[in-house]
């Protein structure tokens, strides 16, 4: 034990160096979403995820999206904790039959304007899970989607092309 706190004296701290940029790409995206969300808000786009039963894979693409490397909350794109503060409801994973019930409850306690996304395949359709016995299938069967955004899972880079791709839907008036 004295050994370890001498040597942890004499070291210097095991941190790793910052990461790189995104990109240049992923930067232009998420600005892109922003001046959009703007536009059309008035304000930044606030986010409440929902796993309806998936496997996690989506959420991790998901929540990369929030941290170091993509940082979009600089962007003003940000997760919420409670529906009635969000504009979207990103949805993963197939809806199993314990969750169809909440999941109806969040979109009804999200206030107007809102939009649904299914991220990722099982969302769509249920994936590798359609035809189990404790799933209903994809999102559109108890909520209303707007947008379907395909990957197993999708990656930051496509779930912000996504996110642009439905504001740029909204803004033309037919959303």
Known sequence: ?????????????????APASAGAAAEELAAAVDSKAHRRLGRSLAIRAIDAGSCNGCELEMHALSNAFYDIERFGIRFVASPRHA?????????????????ERTYN?????????????????GGCFAGSYAVVGGV????PVD?????????PTDILKGL???LDHVIEGSG
């Open 87 to 103: 504009d979207v409801l990103m949805v993963t994973g197939p809806v199993t039959k314990n969750m169809a019930e909440a999941l």
């Open 1 to 17: 034990m004295r050994k370890l706190l001498f040597e942890s004296l004499i070291r210097p701290p095991l941190t790793e160096p």
């Open 164 to 166: 642009l791709a439905l």
């Open 140 to 143: 559109s069967k108890i909520v």
């Open 147 to 155: 947008l379907h955004i395909a990957g197993c899972p999708p990656s």
């Open 109 to 125: 306690a999200t206030p107007e304007p809102k939009w649904v996304v299914a991220l990722g395949d099982c969302a769509r359709d």
